[in-house]
């Protein structure tokens, strides 16, 4: 196979005897280093080397100005907007920074496009004004005055950054488009403009005044049979320039590639997920090592690079990654944006422990307190204990007892001392990685040093609030366009690299992988503030012209390709998964005898084992540590986790190991329990032992938020403020608790009278058993005890929803391995532990009052068998609830019946 790039070097480059005299402008910067590494192999003896360009390269040339960094962009256009829009009609910096990118890339494109600012922006103007009397939608961003101001905005920004020699990339091509005559009449150079396909405004006007000077030659890169295709998208742009262009009226251009017809094998691999794409290019690279030609590795989804090199073949050196790769998914970066964050909420007062734990946890920074590491932990244990949400820099300080920690835990009252914080942290930071040399993590910092000094170039110039806040915000949107690019060598065998890093490139062998719809082409995107509509009328680039230019780079890939392997995922689930490209469709039903097409549908090969169930021996060690247990008291809780799964017991209550639940802003379900059950008992207490009445219920009524407030403060938060999600959680136990004290007044009502005896009544049950020889106590907390008409009742609270029907007793053999019937248990124990009080000759009755369904009121226990109008509980009743519990509290310490886990 003879690539486009060793074409171009023999037909056209070749042919000119001095280099000296040569401009070659091709699309990026990677297509001018290969076009050079062919040049130098082709050439027989040593010359000067010709100019080579990348495209935006060539138009800073023919500018006089230079592109501004998107820092100075962004703060000269919130400057501007600032003085065009009064304060009460303008969004702070933090916002703006959301909608901003998008109007840039919307003036960028209007000056690459060479369109008339006022006749667009007016017309965009109009359309949202259209629109928003149509919906009746007003944005207070985007309301009438903004719209209006916008013209002028534009007028603004371009004539300022023009008068400061910088512009966007879009100026930059409108003002090459002003000089490209005087250019042109003082050059002597002759321009190759090599491998081009889709092209703004500016860009054509400068194509063809170098064709009409005769200083210049197009070369595309098209195959005939795509060329003459005028329903394929991939020859849509080329098709349209030799038919309206001028010069290819007169001098046709003739397309002589025609590989695209040539035999190829093209096999199409649907797979599960982007860690199976991985494993399968490391596949079908270990097959193509020994083939002799070369092979690319073309990824839709750049972010697959990393899995893919971690799955290469361990024999496989000779690779090469000629790609950029986004830094913000990389942990070094998220690290910076979690040091970011943590003193954005230092100084908002909205502080998270999640982000200072990871920060604490990120490797570097635990190393460095591995000396200290105890009181780290205990650290973070107080913080988890105390739910400290108003944390400041005196807590901290015992984190400062390191050098990072110095750094990293100073105090940073604004956005400058945050810089300089992170300038520092990054200088030491490069220190340690220099040391033991970690490459990608150095790459990493040179992103964020980029960052950090774009940022401290123009600090000093901001004329607007800049709060901590502001800088998190455009912080992380500078770190979303830092690439790391990656250097190696080009002439190595398997070439990893991005669709767009092909461009000119040709290769025998094809992996692309994620060609999916929505990746491969991309597809919609609101990357702009203008319609379908006017985007067609004005001539900008709308999605469909984007379709288009996938096309073509997807189609010329396998032009020259000898094989291809077209990897997509085919996973049903998740955004975009599961749907083959458009391009797959097409090849699939392209009718070419030459191509051998064939689908191959992989599925993750999972080895499905036989669970076993944990058994766990019990020995003498485990018996001393029940009767440890057994006489501080067997909880209905822990009882009913045996009864559940025996193996969970021994893990909580002989090994110690608690569930693992991490502090957050949102209250735990086991923080949500004590909380009501602390609020209910606070509001019934002041009426012990007397009927309620109406006028007690409606005065509850009026403190339960007041209560609940007061026990949120007391358990979890000592701020004393209500947060984000914890509000609608209150919001809805309060209602929940009010609901369940209406229907205590419907029952008051309709004549009930209700006196309640106890509240959170606390047991201690003595147990004796001839079989176990050690002190044995069953103890627990009963919620609530009342009388309503004479009828003793024994009520347990549940903040979770409980279904009547978990209350009905079938037989014991139930409360083995289910735990919806711990309601029920529980509720027979808290029976049990009072029997003695219980005058069986009276009615009783026990249940649950669920918060979730505090409509229902009391759920009942109830027996099924048990005829209507019968007592539920008995003394024969009791006597089986003994043997029970004696049987159960045998069996946990019977030494020949083992813990075995009930859980498949």
């Not at 001018?32 to 060539?58: C, D, H, M, R, T």
């Not at 000077?213 to 195959?223: P, Q, S």
Request: hydrophobic share 40%.
């Amino acid at each position: 196979m003879k690539s486009f790039i060793s074409e171009v070097v023999s037909e056209y480059i070749l042919n000119h005897t001095s280099f000296e005299k040569l401009c070659l402008i091709v699309p990026s910067k990677r297509a001018g280093i290969f076009l050079i590494n062919e040049l130098i192999n082709q050439l027989e003896e040593p010359k000067f080397a010709p100019l080579v360009y990348s495209i935006e390269e060539f138009t800073e040339e023919l500018a006089t100005s230079k592109k501004a960094n998107t820092t100075h962009q962004l703060v000269s256009l919130y400057e501007l907007y600032c003085q065009h829009l009064p304060k009460d009609k303008r969004d702070p910096f933090e916002l703006f920074l959301q909608w901003a990118p998008k109007l840039l890339k919307d003036f960028s494109d209007i000056d690459a496009y060479c369109l008339n600012s006022e006749s667009v922006l007016s017309n965009l103007g109009s359309y949202y004004a259209l629109e928003n009397v149509l919906e009746k939608e007003q944005n207070s961003s985007f309301d009438e005055s903004f719209w209006k101001i916008i013209p002028a905005l534009y007028e603004s920004f371009t004539t300022q950054l023009a008068e400061q020699q910088l512009g966007t990339i879009g100026m930059l091509y409108r003002e090459a488009v002003d000089t490209i005559e005087i250019y042109l009449e003082h050059t002597t150079q002759y321009h190759y403009f090599i491998g081009f396909n889709a092209l703004n405004k500016a860009e054509e006007r400068m194509f063809q005044a170098f064709l009409s000077e005769d200083k210049g030659k197009i070369v595309w890169d098209l195959d005939e049979a795509l060329y003459n295709d005028k329903v394929h998208a991939a020859g849509r742009f080329i098709q349209e320039y030799q038919s309206k262009w001028t010069y290819y009226r007169k001098t046709p251009y003739t397309f002589k590639e025609t590989g695209f017809s040539e035999e190829k094998e093209i096999a199409i691999h649907g797979l599960s997920g982007n860690i199976e794409q991985a494993k399968e290019v490391g596949r079908l690279i270990e097959q193509l090592k020994t083939e002799d030609s070369g092979t690319a590795i073309i990824f839709g989804n750049e972010l697959l690079l990393l899995p893919v090199l971690g799955h290469l073949p361990h024999d496989c050196s000779d690779w090469n990654v000629t790609m950029g790769y986004p830094i913000g998914s990389l942990p070094l970066v998220r690290f910076f944006q979690d040091c970011v964050e943590f003193h954005k909420g230092l100084a908002e007062g909205n502080y998270s422990y999640e982000t200072l734990e990871r920060v604490l946890h990120f490797p570097m920074i635990r190393s460095s307190y591995k000396d200290t590491e105890i009181k780290v932990t205990e650290f973070l244990s107080h913080l988890y204990a105390s739910h400290s949400y108003e944390i400041n820099h005196e807590l901290i300080r015992p984190l400062q007892e390191n050098e990072v920690g110095v750094i990293l835990f100073q105090k940073c009252t604004n956005a400058h001392d945050l810089l300089r914080l992170l300038g520092q942290l990054s200088k030491h930071l490069k220190d340690q990685f220099t040391a033991v040399s970690h490459s990608l993590e150095l790459s990493s910092l040179e992103g964020i040093d980029k960052v950090l000094r774009q940022l401290e170039n123009h600090f000093n110039h901001i004329t607007f609030e800049f709060s901590i806040s502001a800088f998190s915000v455009l912080f992380a949107e500078l770190l979303g366009q830092q690439n790391i690019d990656f250097k190696g060598d080009p002439k190595a065998k398997f070439q990893l690299m991005g669709m767009l890093e092909s461009r000119v490139l040709d290769f025998e062998n094809l992996i692309i992988t994620d060609v999916n719809e929505g990746v491969l082409p991309v597809g919609k995107n609101d990357q702009s503030f203008f319609p379908f509509a006017l985007k067609k009328h004005f001539g900008l680039p709308t999605f469909l012209d984007n379709d288009a230019i996938y096309s073509y780079h997807f189609y010329r890939l396998i032009q020259r390709a000898k094989k291809a392997h077209i990897l997509y995922n085919a996973q049903s689930e998740g955004l975009h998964a599961g749907e083959q490209s458009r391009f797959v469709r097409q090849l699939l039903l392209m009718s070419n005898s030459n191509h051998k097409v064939s689908e191959i549908l992989s599925t993750s090969k999972i080895d499905v084992k036989r669970h076993e169930n944990r058994v766990v021996e019990k020995t003498k060690s485990m018996i001393e540590r029940l009767n440890l247990l057994a006489k501080s008291g067997f909880s209905p809780t822990s009882l009913s986790t045996y009864l559940k799964n025996p193996v969970d017991f021994y893990d909580r209550y002989l090994l110690g190991i608690k569930d693992n639940e991490t502090l957050g802003p949102v209250l735990s379900n086991f923080n949500r329990g004590t909380l009501v059950h602390n609020t209910l008992e606070d509001l019934y207490k002041p009426y012990l032992n007397q009927l309620l009445t109406l006028e007690i219920i409606e005065e509850m009524e009026r403190k339960v938020n007041g209560v609940m407030h007061a026990n949120y403060v007391e358990i979890y938060d000592k701020s004393k403020t209500i947060r984000g999600e914890n509000k609608l959680i209150l919001a809805a136990y309060e209602q929940a608790i009010k609901t369940l004290l209406t229907q205590e007044k419907v029952r008051m009502n309709k004549g009930n009278e209700i006196e309640v005896i106890a509240l959170e009544e606390k047991f201690t049950i003595p147990l004796t058993l001839k079989e176990v020889d050690t002190e044995i106590n069953i103890v627990g907390t009963i919620d609530r005890i009342d009388r309503v008409n004479g009828t003793l009742r024994i009520i347990d609270y549940k903040t979770g929803l409980v279904k009547k029907k978990a209350l009905e007793f079938k037989s014991w053999d139930q409360f083995y391995g289910d735990f919806h019937t711990q309601p029920l248990f529980q509720v027979l124990l808290y029976a049990w532990a009072k029997k003695e009080e219980i005058n069986l000759n009276k009615s009783i009755d026990i249940g649950v009052i669920s918060l979730k369904s505090p409509k229902e009121y009391m759920l009942p226990f109830y027996r099924k068998e048990v005829p209507s109008g019968d007592p539920q509980i008995t003394t024969d009743f009791f006597n089986e609830i003994d043997g029970f519990i004696s049987s159960l509290i045998q069996e946990i310490f019977d030494l020949k019946h083992p813990f075995i886990s009930t859980e498949e």
